[in-house]
């Protein structure tokens, strides 16, 4: 089971951190993926994190987005920067890019 928080609403330029808790499988064997979903739009591919740590990011994000993962509490991060009204969307943790175990999500919305 996965379950996202953090979102909320924040000024262009803010920050937020997103955290999704994990339960019900080996967190550390698994790459982990957050994908978001616009309002009205398609799932999008945010970011991924192999259990190796290594990470990549939609060019979209990259440079403003971090993903990391706390394997002891079996918790996934995102950390968003310089945030802009195209993020706004409901962010989701999942085991792949096709939204594969995503559970709730949590709502961002950037707006001035």
């Known amino acids: 089971q996965l379950q996202a928080s953090g979102g909320g609403l924040v000024h262009p330029g803010g920050s937020l951190r997103l955290s999704c808790a994990a339960s019900?499988?080996?967190?550390?064997?698994?790459?982990m993926t957050w994908v978001r979903q616009a309002p009205g739009g398609e799932f999008e591919w945010v970011s991924t994190?192999?259990?190796?740590?290594?990470?990549s990011y939609a060019d979209s994000v990259k440079g403003r987005f971090t993903i990391f993962r706390d394997d002891s509490a079996s918790t996934l991060y995102l950390q968003m920067n310089d945030l802009k009204p195209g993020d706004t969307a409901v962010y989701f943790c999942?085991?792949?890019?096709?939204?594969?175990?995503r559970g709730q999500g949590t709502l961002v919305t950037v707006s001035s």
């Open positions: 994190i192999r259990v190796d740590d290594s990470a």
């Open positions: 999942a085991l792949n890019a096709a939204g594969t175990g």
């Open positions: 019900g499988f080996h967190f550390s064997n698994y790459a």
